[in-house]
Every structure is written in structure tokens, then in C-alpha cells.
């Protein structure tokens, strides 16, 4: 399950173009694909080209591409296009297994979308231009990561992934859906959610992603090609679609699928669950002019409930309209959708009482981190409010502590320190040298206060100190 059972969101081009083939397992020696599709009167193309020891991205690359956007827009989708990040957030994001089998998955699937090049002409949305164009492009443009004797990712690793300029473009500009990923790894079996993403990428308008289809209707063998499917007998496309349309229907995902047809002309006809509808156009809108960004939004909605973000809005609306003056609409808004007892008397609501509360005291922020995006950053901003919030934490084993304490520090410091200085504080960490929890309270502490730079000398200095460190 995703952290929380908050719903997330995917880039729609690749959601729609479906890069990665549903297939759990791929043939010996398939290292490449072209699709030749049409979308109404548009036809676009697509070319795979991978490496022969890794074959086309499929299996769990899709997993670990969803995560990959969601982790990219959790830490304020900076204009690089990269993620810092430790093997286990990863994979936690991706809702997949910590054993060591997964870590050498994780490894090979990394691998395996670092050495893919993709050819998409006539099929990339340049949706702020509202044009269609051509790009070239692999999945991760550049990998680093530290690690031991054998030059592989392990649990200790800490990797900087570079997403490619044309995915970094389009999620920050907005042309994104949201994407269940809790509900997404609810399912059992890479091809199904595989499936379940392409699905409901394919019930948008590309050109106006707010509107939803409920149904979905297209040529059997044409969806064989889509999905990456390696045949060419209708039988064996449909028996791998139904093992994941089955567990889709018993979900509700899906209302309903009906064949029509027969041979290389069947076509299927897709019924979409009435629980799947995404927030109203309007709602969005009304958020947009209190000036929460659309990626902000779409989170709100998703882990509030639609009703309680316009029960939200219609007491902010209120209070505005007697005259309070918040120092950020954006930031009053979520205080008072997140605490809305902090804001309520028997007479009714009340403007909030003067003065910077806790997480408003933020004018210690780098301009980096300032410049990174427009979109709030949702972990800097929640770990500055929890700080001193970590009792139950302090009660979790120590594997735990830093894991959690490296999510947070591998977000907060990828600015400011190299990749190997991350790695010298994990080692820190790991062997008991530092306190996960102090060194945590630490940096919050002059990343709030304005004392950044101080803080960071003096953590280098810290760092210098572990043996075996850089």
C-alpha cells in the first residue's frame, strides 16, 4: 500500500503511450518493439530499442515508474529533473517488497529504463502548447548511486535519478491524472497493474484531460499491440487480458467487459466502476483561484475526500469575505483544511490568532529550494510542522529510525550535499555513530532558523569524523 493510502498521480504521456509491456515475463531475446496506433484521426508511433542483456522495460518497471513521478513531484519537481532518494523509499513508494530479492530487481529495473531509448513521433502531448510532437528519450537519463564491493544497489545505497527533460517539462506543467496508487498495489500481479494504468490513463481526452470516459472501446489485437503483447493469436491475447480483467471486475475498477466479434476482428468494449470518477472540474478551478497548485490539488482531494476540501473552501470563503488578510491564501487554506479546530468557536469560525504558527517560519529555506518549482514541497513543508513529533518513532527499532530519518535528510539536503557525503551519513547512522533522530532534529532546526549554511559546515565537519567515510 501507498504511505497513508494517499492517492497519487501519473504523467499522462506515458500513462497513455504505455511504455512498459504488461507482460510479467518477456521471450528470450526481446529487446525491441513499434507500434503504429491511431487515435481518432491522429496516428502516432513508437519505437522501444533496449539492450539485449535486459530486454524491453516490463514486469515491475511499471511500478517502479509510477514511483519514480510520485517521488519526483513529492520533492517539489525541480527544473533538473532529478530524485534523491534510498533504495527502501523507492521500493516503499512502489509498494514492493524489501527483501533482498528486490533490491536486485530494483538494480536490474533501474538498469533496464537507464539503457532503453524510446522514438515517439506524432504521439507526445506538449499540452501548454497544445500541440503533438516528436521526442526521443530513456525513461531515466542519467543514474548514479553509491555502493559496496560489487558495484550493485544495496540497502544502503543512496541513488540520484535524472528523470528526461520531456517527462520533468510535462509533470510540472500540470498534464498529469490522478493515479490510485494504493489501490494500484492492491493487485496482485505486475500485468494487472499494468493494465489497471493504462486502462485509466485511456478513459481521458489527451487533449482535455479533465474529461473522463466511463466506457472505452477498442479493436482486440490493436490492444494486444498496445500492451506490448508478443502474439499474434487473438486466443492468447485475450487469455492474458482476462487474468487481469477478472481481479479488476471483482475490485470494481471495472463494471463490465464484453467481447464483440470474432478472429483479428474482435473488439473489446470496457465498462468503467462509477467509484473511480476523479474531482470535479469546478472544485479545481475554485482551488486554482485561492492559488493551490493543480498537482496540490489533486493531492488535497485525494487524501481529504472531495467533500471535505469544499466544506473547506466554503468556510474559507467566509472568513475572507470578513475581511482577514492570511500572509499566503495557498498555506491559510491547508492549515484550515488540516486543522479545522484551530479555526472554530460556538459562534463559528475566527481568523487565526497573529502571529507565525509552526511550519511558517520558514524564511531559512535556500533559494534553490525555492527556485525548484512553483508546486509546494509537501515533505519539507510537513517534516518543518512534525518536528518534535517523532515519540513513536523514537519507539521503532533503529533500522527503522534511519530509514525514515534518511527519507527526510536524502529530501532536505540533495542540494547541499555530493551523493558520497549522503552515503558517509547514512554509514554514520547505520553503525551508531549518530543519532538518527538528533541528527534529524538538527537539520530541521537550520533549515527553519535561517541557519542553513551553519548547519551544514558543522555537518560536514561531523561527517569527516567516520571512519570509512569519504
Known sequence: MSENGIKRFDELNIARLSLISVQERIPPGYRDWYVELEDGERRYRVTCQAMPEYGVPHGIDTDITAALVNLYIDQGAPPGGSVTCTPYQLLQMAGLDHSGRYYAALDESLRRLTTTNYFISEGWRDHPRKRWTNVN???????????????????????????????????????????????????????????????????????????????????????????????????????????????????????NVEYVGRGKKKYLHYTFGEAFIPPSPGLMEDLADVGITQTRALQLVREHGEDTVEDTLARYQGIMADGYKPRSRPAFFIDLLKNPEKYVLPEGPVPPPEGPKKGQRRQGRSQSAQEDSKTPSRPLQEEIEEEGGDEALRASPREVQVEEVMRTLTFLLRNDLKLTELDTLRLALDEGLEDPLEVKARVLRGVSSGERAAMIRDLRARLELVPGGE
Not at 528519450?137 to 541513488?159: N, P, V
Not at 517539462?169 to 490510485?180: E, N, T
Open 137 to 255: 528519450f530513456r525513461y531515466i537519463d542519467r543514474l548514479e548511486f553509491t555502493s559496496g564491493e560489487s558495484d550493485r544497489l544495496d540497502a544502503t545505497s543512496i541513488l540520484k535519478i535524472t528523470l528526461p527533460q520531456e517527462i520533468a517539462r510535462s509533470v510540472r506543467s500540470g498534464y498529469i491524472k490522478p493515479l490510485d496508487l494504493s489501490f494500484m498495489q492492491t493487485l496482485g500481479r505486475p500485468p494487472t497493474r499494468a493494465i489497471y494504468r493504462l486502462l485509466d490513463a485511456q478513459r481521458r481526452d489527451p487533449e482535455q484531460p479533465e474529461r473522463v470516459a466511463m466506457t472505452f472501446q477498442v479493436g482486440l489485437m490493436e490492444w494486444a499491440q498496445a500492451c506490448k503483447i508478443v502474439t499474434d493469436r487473438p486466443s492468447l491475447a485475450q487469455r492474458t487480458l482476462d487474468a487481469a480483467h477478472e481481479e479488476l471486475l471483482e475490485k470494481g475498477f471495472l463494471k
